[in-house]
Each structure stands twice: as C-alpha cells, then as structure tokens.
C-alpha cells in the first residue's frame, strides 16, 4: 500500500490541502493521488484523535467516515484495561481497527470481522504495523454471520454497532443499530464467557439495563468533560446487580472516576441547601449516569434542589470530580437587579431547572456569551429560583 516512493511524497506534500494534491496529478501520473490525498487527510485528523498512528509513517488510513467514527486511542486504551484478557476474542465490527489493536495484545488470538472489504484491508495492513500479525485475524465478513459459524472457544465477543441508518442519520436506541444488539443479546452470551459492548453515550444507563440481562458493570465514559460513549460489559450467568463508573479521562493523563450502585441511589436520603460560597457541577459522565445522591455522600455536599444538579459548599472538597465556580453575587431571577450583575453584558449562561432555557435566559438578560463570568440560573430549595453571578476556578 505504502512504498518508499509514495512514503517520500506524503512526507514532502503533507501540509497541502487535499484539493491542491488533486491538482497535482497530472505532473505525477505514476502517483495514486487520490489515494495521497486520503493518507495527508487521514494523518492530519488524527494527529490529536491517534497520536501512534499519526506518527507511524507505514500507517495506512481509510476514508473520512472511519476517521470519523472510530474511538480515540485514548479512550481505547483505557478500555482495553477494563477487559480481563485470555485465549481468544472476537471482534464482530473491527472497523478502522483501533479498538483492535489493544484488545488484541490481551489475547492470544483475536478475530477480527468487517463487512467493508477496503476497511478489512487497511485494518489488516496497520496490524501488522503494530506487530500484531501473528496473532490477528482479519476477515472480510459480516460479524454475525462469522460468529455463528465459529469454531472454539470464545473469551471475549466484542460488539461497536453502526449508529447510523441507511440514510446515514445518527441513531442511539440499541434496536435501531446494526447489528441490532438486543434481538442477538442472548446469542452473544451463548458464544463467550463475556459481551464487551461499546454504545451511544445518547442511551439511558437504565434503559440498557433494562433492555440487556447478565450485565456487570456499564462504564459511562467522558474525555475532558466531553461524554463519549457507554461500555458495557456483561458476564455468562451473572445474575448481580450492575455497578455503575462514572469516568472522565482529564487533559494531561489523569482519570476521575466515582462509582455506585442504582439501588444506592435510589435509596440514599437527598439532602438539599441553599449554596454556601461555592456552585459545583459535577462532570459529564456523572450527569450522565444520574449518580446524583452519590455526589452528596462521597463529597459530603448538598444539592440546591432534586432536580437543579448542582451542589453547594464554603470549602471545595479536593478531590471533586467536575466544575467548581465562586458565587460573586446571587439575585432571584426575574428581578430589577439581574442585569446589574453583569455590567460587561457578557458571561456564559447555564440554566438547571430554572424555568427556561439558557439560550432564553442569556435574552432576558441581554447577554452575548462569553467574557469571564457565568450567569448561572438554578431552582434552591426554600429560596425559589435564583441568578448567580459566578467565575470559573476549576474546570
């Protein structure tokens, strides 16, 4: 795919736009240009995304929508650790092959499957980059089909479903992706010791709870406050309740993380306050698991109201997995005075229960978003709904 004469070209034309390198093939028609074009693409969108294939220079890259869609080596890595290793895997939607290039060193065998015969290809090339050729499998099939005629046994049957519909519109619901997970969710179970299931961050944790038997754990997993997806492992046979990990991959290498049961949190007592000289937010993933009571006992901290998700305190608890700001000043919301709170005209607008959205309170404030403190209007339990005048002291 990559011989030393095309390796040159890329190196020598790799800060061109693809439309210039396309412009270029007829000076060079011994060139695949548009192939050039896609590696120069390829390796500039990933330089952040996947910094070990943005810096290998035999590394082959696909298409744009594989680019696209593939996981973050980051986020890869991290879940490859949360995955007890063994004798075999099987990989059903290999994809550009990220999520199967850690994987595989856990595994003395993996099998990995792509119905896209060009992705196959490349996936298979870029393994063996990573030296993982003696070990890897690659086949151009569809996964399903493949696993039902698998021979041996499995340890690991790995599953990242197509999130998108025929017209390529964005799906999350797990009967809606390809392979519909949960019509063959029993079929998987038979086939190995354990499901690794990597899905839509838009899916509700207890939905897939709900939809999905003999699950062990379901990993909502943020980068930088940013959610990404859910992973979500389950075991043959296990009958237990799901714990619950709420993680956040931080900037600069460092992993927050807070676990919990449902049953924890829906039996916890709330207890809800007024704000002392802090708001705090707690971050993506835990807003997104819904591990609210369980920001309260850890930390101990109060919300400002059932529904608000936010917390209060007078000393930050060190360890506080979110966003902290300082309140300047807090007026109720509707009042004479809430525009004084923000001579600049300008600040970031939150809204958590506060009666309207946050695009509609920046209008009845008169704001344009940005500038360096947050108008942030909230529901407190025993003062009704309030606007904090507040800056930012950790993101």
Request: aromatic share 8%; hydrophobic share 40%; charged share 30%.
């Amino acid at each position: 795919m990559l011989n030393a004469e095309i390796k040159k070209f890329i190196s020598e034309n790799s800060k061109k736009r693809p439309e210039e390198l396309a412009l270029m093939a007829n000076r060079f028609p011994e060139l695949p240009m548009a192939f050039i074009a896609q590696q120069v693409k390829g390796r500039e969108r990933t330089r952040s995304k996947l910094p070990s294939w943005h810096e290998n220079q035999d590394v082959v890259f696909p298409k744009s929508l594989a680019l696209e869609q593939c996981t973050s080596e980051r986020v890869a890595r991290f879940r490859a650790e949360l995955v007890s290793g063994g004798s075999a895997a099987f990989d059903m939607t290999g994809g550009f092959g990220v999520d199967g290039r850690f994987l595989a060193e856990k595994f003395s065998r993996y099998h990995y499957h792509e119905q896209d015969g060009e992705l196959a290809e490349i996936a298979a090339h870029n393994f063996a980059v990573f030296g993982l050729r003696e070990r890897v499998t690659v086949r151009n099939r569809d996964g399903l089909e493949a696993l039902r005629d698998h021979q041996g046994e499995l340890d690991l049957v790995f599953v990242d479903p197509a999130r998108r519909d025929n017209r390529s519109f964005r799906v999350s619901a797990l009967e809606s992706c390809e392979p519909n997970v949960q019509e063959h969710w029993d079929f998987l179970l038979s086939r190995a010791g354990r499901v690794a299931l990597k899905t839509s961050p838009g899916l509700d944790v207890t939905s897939v709870l709900a939809d999905l038997k003999c699950v062990e754990s379901v990993h909502v997993v943020s980068v930088e406050n940013d959610c990404k997806e859910l992973f979500v492992l389950a075991r043959q046979g296990f009958v237990g309740e799901a714990k619950i990990h709420c993680v956040n991959l931080r900037k600069g290498g460092g992993v927050d993380q807070l676990s919990f049961y449902l049953s924890e949190e829906k039996e916890a007592e709330g207890d809800f306050a007024p704000p002392g000289r802090y708001l705090l937010e707690p971050n993506a993933s835990i807003m997104k698991a819904g591990g609210f009571k369980a920001v309260s006992n850890k930390w101990n901290v109060k919300a400002l109201n059932p529904r608000t998700r936010l917390y209060g305190c007078d000393q930050v608890p060190e360890e506080f997995q979110g966003r902290v700001f300082e309140i300047i000043e807090d007026v109720p919301i509707g009042g004479k005075d809430c525009k004084r709170l923000f001579p600049k005209k300008k600040a970031h607008v939150i809204s958590r229960n506060s009666g309207m959205t946050a695009e509609e309170l920046r209008k009845k404030l008169g704001l344009k978003e940005g500038g360096e403190l947050f108008a942030i209007g909230a529901a407190v339990t025993g003062i009704g709904r309030r606007l904090y005048a507040c800056r930012l002291v950790r993101n």
